[in-house]
């Protein structure tokens, strides 16, 4: 059985295909979580994120530039972007707890992208989820 960090871990390999311009990724989501053996309550707990960082996308990215200093967003490598987006999903929408998502950002940014990352996704995570929070009306927060 697959794990939330293996779900999650697809999760960014759809969201970098989506973001390289494969917008019909969607049609081979159910193949590639296959692929990876993400079934059942992760399968649905993949769809809930990658789905959810689709439709906010505008807001996500916007919310991301906001505390990315000195950095340039369309300079952002992909791998890079697409982990920040999850990660902004779930502290803005999901509510996830803000350490847990931060810890899962900062691991797959070391499987995945450069030694520079992990540093930088964090940085730019615990600015976001620093903002208080009115989307949804929601104060609490749930672990996952």
């Known amino acids: 059985m697959a794990t939330r960090h293996q779900a999650r871990r697809a999760v960014v390999g759809l969201l970098y295909a989506y973001d390289l ?3 019909g990724i969607v049609k081979f989501r159910d193949e590639i979580l296959e692929d990876d053996k993400i079934r059942n309550r992760q399968r649905e707990f993949s769809y809930r994120l990658f789905d959810g960082t689709i439709a906010n996308l505008s807001m996500i990215d916007e919310e991301v530039e906001k505390h990315l200093e000195s950095w340039d967003y369309s ?3 992909k791998v890079e972007k697409a982990i920040l987006r999850l990660g ?4 803005m929408i999901e ?3 803000r350490a847990v998502v931060i810890n899962e950002a900062v691991e797959l940014a070391k499987e995945l992208a450069d030694d520079k990352a992990p540093q930088f996704i964090n940085g730019v995570l615990d600015a976001v989820g620093k903002e208080p929070r009115t989307t949804d009306g929601e104060s609490g927060k749930k672990e996952s």
């Open 21 to 23: 311009g494969n917008d």
């Open 75 to 77: 300079k952002v490598g």
């Open 88 to 91: 902004t999903y779930e502290i």
């Open 95 to 97: 509510n996830t707890e």
